[in-house]
């Protein structure tokens, strides 16, 4: 909607140019995620859904601000790709960093059409064997992924540009390898989904080597940003920022409630963390789900059951 201030909007009011370069699909234009960038390009087919493809783009834009940029001038860039994503094509030279034949050729022998986007919807009961090599063809596009952060790692430093740049990676989402009947990521909310991917990068090494032990939400990424960077934050933003958690001058408690949540107009799927606990609420079958994450790290054993009073908690 309109009426949502994104981070791009604020940086953009406080006088950073921003630019985005994403894989498209649902980040894209059409669904309103240009709001606050001067320069946004998202990829219209899948074939350009790629850092193959964005990542030139973005260097191509630092080359153009450089030129035309004074030396007190910020940027605010936006990165996103569906490189670890079904159906798992990494480019050369990582096609078979961990498997012995290439996605395309998986998709040919194993008798599925070579332009499958969603492998998971074709194959949604794989062998053993065929999981296997489906896990090997995600970890060939996570070496690609690590691979093109150390390029553009490399791009900032040779620009000049990575002693005081902020670096955040995240991802959305994990992917499910039939830990709960599944795989790919469908509408649930385990710890294989979840538990993504957080890395920040202060600039000249700050915090080097802190390491944040506790759940923390997404939702804090922006605030955290803006906290560094000395700016309000928007009223109607849910999230807190993490710098005090970083530094050490706050600690966080296990009765902080960490939500997550996957929903559409078939389902809606909720669900809280907190006190070594896991709460899982079904919308449609008004039903709940709960897991002692200490004696049940996994996830598999629902125990609402059991502890009734700390489900209606």
Known sequence: SDTVVTLAEVLDDAGYHTAAFSGGGLVSSTYGFAQGFDHFWNASKPSESTLAESLPRLFSWLDDWQAESDDDDRMFLFLHSYDVHDPYRAPAPFKRAFTDRRSEQFLKQEGYPAITTDLATHLPHPSPEQLDEIMGFYDNGIAYADDRMAALEQGLRDRGLWDNT???????????????????????????????????RFPDDGFGGTVVESPVELLDVAPTILDWLDLPQPSDWRGSSLLPIISGAKTTSPDTAIYSEVANERFAIRGI??????????????RVELYD???????????SAEHPEIADE
């Open 166 to 200: 902020l670096l955040i990676v995240l991802s959305d989402h994990g992917e499910e390898f039939m830990e709960h009947g599944d795989w790919g990521h469908g509408p649930k909310i385990f710890r294989e989904l979840t538990h993504v991917p957080l890395i920040v």
């Open 273 to 286: 963390r907190r006190n070594g606990w896991l709460l899982v609420w079904h919308g449609a079958a008004q």
């Open 293 to 303: 994450l200490e004696a049940d790290p996994a996830e598999q054993h629902d125990v």
